[in-house]
């Protein structure tokens, strides 16, 4: 898993501080514009926009995710939980 510090900003869910993303998978590339990630306190999906600003996807767009995305988001929220030690987020 490959860390990538980006400017600090909160996320538009729940405020939260955030600096930095992970890849979850392999693959050790920087998020680029239209990439999704999950705010570590509200578990919330994020996109990454222009400059890497996040912000909340679309309805359309979630809508759009194909069952692996749907199936990768769920379980990076089940590790998030897990490791947080809650069962319902925020």
Excluded: W
């Excluded at 405020?15 to 990630?37: C, F, I, Q």
């Excluded at 990768?72 to 490791?83: G, H, K, N, P």
Aim: charged share 25%; hydrophobic share 35%.
């Amino acid at each position: 898993m490959s860390v990538h510090l980006h400017k600090a900003q909160r996320c538009p869910h729940c405020g939260h501080r955030l600096n930095a993303s992970s890849n979850a998978a392999s693959d050790p590339a920087a998020p680029v514009e239209g990439d999704y990630t999950l705010c570590v306190r509200c578990h919330e999906v994020l996109v990454f926009g222009p400059e890497l600003q996040l912000r909340v996807p679309k309805l359309v767009e979630l809508e759009r995710l194909d069952p692996e995305t749907l199936k990768d988001i769920a379980t990076a929220r089940a590790v998030l939980r897990s490791v947080r030690g809650d069962a319902d987020g925020c």
